[in-house]
């Protein structure tokens, strides 16, 4: 057996049994792990097992045995729970009518596989320090990832594939996965521990390579913007003072320079064609926007107003678009943007939720920072930003691409709702601290006395 399947095993069996008898957040950190280590070609000499279900299995277990332990915190403290919940409740509700009675039911599964995950990502994630070492392992599947495309480089068609996750194997969606770690990777370059700085260094340099051989246009769009806000914000973060805003932009012109020396003329030439479909998939089709594939949404819901269903789009598209449109594999058509693709497989009222549940994350993480700037808690601020900045990158890509199903949405709104209610939770803890500290000493309640803690 070799050593990667190996180590894999023992890190299992640890991770599950550190789990059961320590503390059910060692279950999250292991899901985390396995869902970038599993897949890969050392898995042949692995028993076969459904390893990712039964980790979930002992997370659920870990929870109930120490269910006290975790009762302070509450998930819908958090706004975007009620609309998560939502949303998942209008997927199942949509099975009756889904156009495609295969796939929806296994979408549907999914979805509510990542809810239960969602919920207990809040639960069990309750100590900044059991978030940073999340956020560790997160950042450590990355750089997996990206030391296996190191070593595959393109696999074919200038582009690599089979990359990423379980459910984003795929060029596009294993490029919209590896950019949202990009900002988080920089936010501890920047404002990281030394040995932080160390190890996020060769993380991006591999990050990047990775970004490049994919050589995905929507992720590469994606991760401009998000670069671009991050910096904007982190700027003119309170915080900021303390270091020197000079390193902060030398940073931005190294790691752009960085990107700039990695790129090839694959890349560029893939980039410069941003407006052209895949013309290695489609047929004879001539139409060069994927605007032409969104419109035809539209069309779509005037037959089926309530929605089609997950992969609904693809199942209806031969009836909707030109024969050149089509895949020439499938015979079928992807919508090419996580928004239409919610609002053609879920209606009007889909959509929606869906809007409002992703402003919910954003105004969440506000709320977050305006109560640090005004009690001037600084330390946490700024990898609230970089949190923010990767799920735009992944929201932008996903204007693109087919993301709705991706697991990192699940993740990235958990890690919103539990990094706030951890410090809100502390921030309240301050404020009550503050409130007794100016309590008039009873000893002289005459003269209205109080401590002087300065």
């Not at 939502?86 to 009756?96: Q, R």
């Not at 915080?239 to 805003?245: A, L, M, R, V, W």
Request: hydrophobic letters at 50%; aromatic letters at 18%.
């Amino acid at each position: 057996m070799p050593l990667s399947a190996l180590a894999f095993v023992l890190i299992f069996v640890v991770g599950c049994a550190l789990a059961i008898f320590v503390d059910a957040y060692y279950g999250v950190l292991l899901y985390v792990f396995a869902y970038f280590a599993l897949g890969r070609w050392w898995g042949i000499y692995l028993p076969d097992l459904r390893y990712s279900f039964i980790i979930a299995i002992v997370i659920i277990a870990a929870y109930l045995i120490r269910s006290g332990r975790y009762s302070e915190n509450k998930v819908f403290d958090a706004p975007q729970t009620k609309w998560y919940l939502l949303i998942c409740a209008v997927i199942i509700l949509t099975y009756p009518i889904a156009v495609d009675k295969v796939h929806h039911p296994q979408f549907m599964v999914v979805f509510v596989n990542y809810t239960i995950l969602y919920l207990l990502i809040i639960k069990v994630i309750d100590t900044p320090d059991k978030f940073n070492k999340l956020i560790g392992v997160f950042l450590l599947g990355q750089f997996y990832m990206s030391w296996l495309a190191r070593d595959f480089g393109r696999t074919g068609a200038g582009r690599l594939e089979n990359l990423g996750g379980p459910d984003c194997r795929d060029a596009n969606g294993s490029a919209a996965l590896i950019i949202v770690a990009v900002p988080i990777a920089i936010h501890y370059l920047i404002t990281g521990k030394k040995w932080q700085k160390i190890c996020a260094l060769p993380l991006l340099a591999f990050m990047f390579n990775t970004i490049i051989l994919i050589n995905s246009r929507g992720a590469f769009i994606a991760l401009l913007v998000s670069m671009g806000y991050y910096f904007f914000v982190s700027l003119k973060s309170p915080s900021f003072p303390k270091f020197n805003k000079t390193k902060v932009l030398s940073i931005a012109f190294i790691g752009a320079a960085l990107f700039l020396y990695l790129t090839d003329p694959i890349f560029i030439d893939r980039m410069t064609t941003i407006s052209s479909p895949d013309t290695e998939e489609i047929g004879t089709y001539t139409g060069r926007e994927r605007v032409d594939f969104w419109f035809k949404t539209f069309d779509i819901l005037r037959d089926y107003p309530l929605g089609t269903g997950a992969m609904g789009y693809d199942y209806v598209s031969p009836q909707y678009l030109p024969q050149g449109a089509l895949s020439r594999f499938s015979g079928t058509r992807a919508v090419h943007s996580m928004y239409f693709q919610v609002l053609s497989e879920y209606g009007y009222h889909g959509l929606f939720l869906f809007i409002v549940f992703l402003c919910a994350n954003f105004r969440y993480l506000w709320k977050l920072r305006k109560s640090f700037r005004q009690r001037k808690v600084y330390e946490p601020y700024n990898l609230s930003i970089a949190l923010e900045a990767g799920f735009l990158a992944f929201l932008i890509a996903g204007i693109f691409l087919n993301t709705f199903y991706m697991e990192i949405m699940c993740w990235m709104a958990a890690f919103f709702a539990a990094y706030g209610n951890i410090y809100f939770k502390q921030l309240k803890q301050i404020d009550d601290n503050v409130a007794k500290e100016e309590l008039p000493d009873q000893r002289f309640p005459e003269a209205g006395f109080r401590r002087n803690y300065t």
